[in-house]
């Protein structure tokens, strides 16, 4: 039966799998004079090597060139911050969800129902909420800020400012620099220079030198905030309506693991431009030091002396 519905990988004979669902093969066998229940069905496919399976986005999209050396460099970085104790963070920003009565996937413990739109327009909406994440990954610690205006590279780097003047500076008071890691995109991409600009005057303001390295594209899976801090602030938010800003940031702060996790979560209500320029003679007069070998992913803002 199984040998008419089985399709497979021409490269890999042990890589198959079948259309049928649990009901359709009991059918099948029922109407092959063999009768079996759902769960008889299951046993029979785990007998061939049949198991449920998702979808796992693994495959990456593209190829980019020097995609491992950026990798390996990356690796290098964070050993050298790591012996001379100078503070290493993954920076970025979730997704922005809107406040207001809508449906959250999620479930939780209560005496009836909740009842929330059947639509998400967002003029609905009371307002959104973008969490701007900051991970420490040596001391297993998250800063969360969360902006209700827009991602630019003003609030990336204000929220970066507001981390290291809350928890960073007591936290490494001998510090004269900083890595950070980030995904190339997005308000911090590797490739706008608002953004190099806003670091450099970040790096004047703070008295550090900011070291930049960011993931390849189609990579920013690998970027530790992703899988380190971001699922699980996830998971202490699921199942609940997000009526106001302070009941999210409430809940993101009771984030935690087995394994220590601790997260700070801010509010930032600063209203942020979007479409600012970079001032005039900035990329001609610019002290943003390029690396040699693959400057456009790793770069540093060294501090400026007044």
Same mark, same amino acid.
């Given at each position: 039966? #199984?040998?008419?519905?089985?399709? @497979?990988? /021409?490269?890999?004979?042990?890589?198959?799998?079948?259309?049928?669902?649990?009901?359709?093969?009991?059918?099948?066998?029922?109407?092959?004079?063999?009768?079996?229940?759902?769960?008889?069905?299951?046993?029979?496919? +785990?007998?061939? @090597?049949? *198991?449920?399976?998702?979808?796992? +986005?693994?495959?990456?999209?593209?190829?980019?060139?020097?995609?491992?050396?950026?990798?390996?460099?990356? +690796?290098?970085?964070?050993?050298?911050?790591?012996?001379?104790?100078?503070?290493?963070?993954?920076?970025?920003?979730?997704?922005?969800?809107?406040?207001?009565?809508?449906?959250?996937?999620?479930?939780?413990?209560?005496?009836?129902?909740?009842?929330?739109?059947?639509?998400?327009?967002?003029?609905?909406?009371?307002?959104?909420?973008?969490?701007? @994440?900051?991970?420490?990954?040596? &001391?297993?610690?998250?800063?969360?800020?969360?902006?209700?205006?827009?991602?630019?590279?003003?609030?990336?780097?204000?929220?970066?400012?507001?981390?290291?003047?809350?928890?960073?500076?007591?936290?490494?008071?001998?510090?004269?620099?900083?890595?950070? #890691?980030?995904?190339?995109?997005?308000?911090?991409?590797?490739?706008?220079?608002?953004?190099?600009?806003? #670091?450099?005057?970040?790096?004047?303001? !703070?008295? !550090?030198?900011?070291?930049?390295?960011?993931? /390849? /594209?189609?990579?920013? +899976?690998?970027?530790?905030?992703?899988?380190?801090?971001?699922?699980? =602030?996830? &998971?202490?938010? *699921? @199942?609940?309506?997000?009526?106001?800003?302070?009941?999210?940031?409430?809940?993101?702060?009771?984030?935690?693991?087995?394994?220590?996790?601790? =997260?700070? =979560?801010?509010?930032?209500?600063?209203?942020?431009?979007?479409? &600012?320029?970079?001032?005039?003679?900035?990329?001609?007069?610019?002290?943003?030091?390029?690396?040699?070998?693959?400057?456009?992913?790793?770069?540093?803002?060294?501090?400026?002396?007044?």
């Amino acid at each position: 039966m #199984l040998s008419e519905n089985t399709a @497979g990988s /021409p490269m890999d004979e042990k890589i198959k799998y079948t259309n049928l669902s649990l009901n359709k093969i009991c059918e099948l066998m029922g109407e092959n004079d063999c009768a079996v229940s759902r769960y008889q069905a299951k046993q029979l496919l +785990k007998k061939h @090597g049949y *198991k449920r399976r998702t979808m796992v +986005k693994n495959q990456t999209m593209k190829q980019v060139k020097n995609r491992n050396e950026q990798f390996l460099k990356i +690796k290098a970085l964070i050993k050298q911050y790591k012996e001379s104790g100078s503070p290493i963070i993954s920076i970025d920003v979730k997704k922005k969800e809107q406040l207001g009565n809508f449906y959250r996937d999620g479930d939780f413990y209560g005496t009836c129902e909740l009842e929330v739109y059947d639509h998400d327009f967002n003029s609905f909406s009371t307002g959104v909420i973008i969490p701007h @994440g900051i991970y420490d990954i040596v &001391r297993n610690e998250g800063y969360i800020t969360i902006g209700t205006s827009k991602d630019t590279s003003e609030f990336s780097c204000d929220n970066i400012e507001k981390w290291w003047n809350t928890v960073g500076v007591k936290q490494y008071p001998n510090a004269t620099e900083i890595l950070i #890691l980030a995904d190339g995109g997005g308000s911090n991409s590797s490739s706008h220079y608002i953004f190099k600009q806003d #670091l450099q005057n970040l790096a004047d303001k !703070l008295k !550090l030198s900011i070291r930049m390295a960011h993931y /390849p /594209p189609y990579t920013s +899976k690998y970027n530790p905030i992703e899988h380190r801090l971001f699922p699980h =602030v996830t &998971r202490a938010c *699921k @199942g609940v309506v997000f009526s106001s800003v302070e009941l999210v940031a409430e809940l993101m702060s009771k984030t935690s693991t087995k394994t220590g996790l601790k =997260v700070i =979560v801010d509010i930032n209500e600063k209203i942020y431009q979007t479409g &600012r320029k970079v001032v005039d003679g900035f990329k001609k007069n610019m002290k943003i030091i390029f690396d040699d070998f693959l400057g456009k992913w790793n770069y540093t803002a060294v501090r400026q002396s007044s």
